[in-house]
């Protein structure tokens, strides 16, 4: 079983999972907005919370809602460090062309991820290791439909 962490929170509604093995808590939000087609807005949730040193919490969309509204996270996934104390805001974007959205108190928005993360030792070198990918970047794992 996976292990639980404990995260203090202030919350006007605290995040809860919908379904046993969710990785996302769902996020609501705490004011109402109405997204106008290709508008974003930051959207508060009333959370604020305290994660443990060597923990973060990434906000992502929630699938339903891209799905059957078009509507995103800008900046997916927002990154909470462990040292943020702030509220816990969102950024939507309604990716529809033709229709707003309205957001009411209570919706749920997002999804709140809390993962363990490593910090990295830089260390400068003047050359890197080989390796099979090498410089290929974007679309270099894919297939070519080319003759």
């Known amino acids: ?4 962490v404990e995260v203090l929170i202030v919350a006007e509604s605290v995040p809860s999972y919908a379904h046993p093995g969710d990785a996302g808590a769902d996020l609501t939000s705490a004011d109402a ?3 106008a087609p290709g508008q974003r807005a930051t959207v508060g949730t009333g ?3 305290a994660l443990p ?3 973060a919490a990434f906000v992502v969309p929630r699938s339903g809602l891209a799905a059957k509204h078009g509507i995103t996270i800008v900046n997916s996934p927002g990154t909470v460090d462990a040292g943020y104390r702030g509220e816990i805001r969102v950024t939507l974007l309604n990716t529809d062309t033709s229709v707003s959205y309205p957001v009411a108190v209570g919706d749920r ?3 709140l991820v809390i ?3 490593t910090r990295a030792r830089f260390v400068p070198v003047e050359r ?3 390796s099979h990918r090498g410089e290929a970047g974007f679309g270099s794992t894919g297939y070519s439909t080319a003759p």
């Open 115 to 117: 993962m363990p993360v």
């Open 53 to 55: 040193d060597g923990y």
């Open 109 to 111: 928005i997002a999804q």
């Open 47 to 49: 959370v604020s919370i």
């Open 33 to 35: 907005v109405e997204l």
């Open 1 to 4: 079983m996976p292990e639980s």
């Open 128 to 130: 890197l290791p080989g």
